[in-house]
């Protein structure tokens, strides 16, 4: 099973930074296999990055996915008051076919 | 546009079944998987496994292996998943979503709204 760590757990920043995510898998992940969402409260998840660095329709370019093998990076290049939430990176692979990492919750300094 | 649309809030007791349905609409039903993926409160994404809904085809997490059913009805575009047995560690806010390919990249593109499901004596 392929494990996804997220760091930092928490990151707390202000309107206008610069938030970089990290996901870290455990063995190598195709890049075509890792995803991006946004959760915030009460809602489902929102995917932002698919393929490691495709944007989602309707997602502003201030959200960005790089990275391969296994580090992957999902980058707001200028945050907004409504990024503020939690960030779940995703892979598909073999078996189990999903798995999740546990989340960075990206919050307002 | 697409739309996943779950059934209500359930309430069960240890050891009963709970069954959540996710109706979809605005694409052709048969041709896209659904997974279902579950948050407990305050806790991140698990997956719970996936239904074909042209074949009926399934495939579960390890975990849920002998405790979930899942399954589909074409003629009202509806997959239904089926918890059984369940424990406190089971409340959660369980979700529906849809598997899209685009290339060579799996994602899920649209979520339903999610139902809770508490167990409680």
């Known amino acids: 099973e392929i494990v996804l760590t997220q760091s930092p757990g928490t990151l707390s920043l202000s309107p206008g930074e610069r938030a970089t995510l990290s996901c870290r898998a455990s063995q190598s992940v195709r890049s075509g296999s890792l995803a991006w969402y946004q959760q915030k409260r009460g809602q489902a998840p929102r995917l932002l990055i698919y393929g490691a660095s495709g944007r989602a329709t309707g997602i502003p370019d201030r959200f960005s996915g790089s990275g391969s093998g296994t580090d992957f990076t999902l980058t707001i290049s200028r945050l907004e008051p409504e990024d503020f939430a939690v960030y779940y990176c995703?892979?598909?692979?073999?078996?189990?076919?999903?798995?999740f990492g546990q989340g960075t919750r990206l919050e307002i300094k | 546009q697409v739309q996943l649309v779950q059934s209500g809030a359930e309430v069960k007791k240890p050891g009963a079944s709970v069954k959540v349905s996710c109706k979809a609409s605005g694409y052709a039903f048969t041709a896209y998987y659904i997974h279902w993926v579950r948050q407990a409160p305050g806790q991140g994404l698990e997956w719970m496994g996936w239904?074909?809904?042209?074949?009926?085809?399934?495939n579960y997490a390890q975990e849920f292996h002998g405790r979930v059913t899942m399954t589909r009805d074409t003629s009202i575009s509806t997959v239904h998943m089926e918890l059984s047995r369940l424990g406190f560690a089971d409340t959660a806010v369980y979700y529906c979503?849809?598997?899209?390919?685009?290339?060579?990249?799996?994602?899920?593109?649209?979520w339903g709204q999610g139902t809770l499901v508490t167990v409680s004596s």
């Open positions: 239904i074909n809904p042209n074949s009926g085809d399934t």
């Open positions: 979503a849809r598997e899209k390919w685009v290339d060579t990249s799996m994602l899920f593109d649209s």
């Open positions: 995703q892979q598909y692979g073999s078996s189990p076919p999903v798995t």
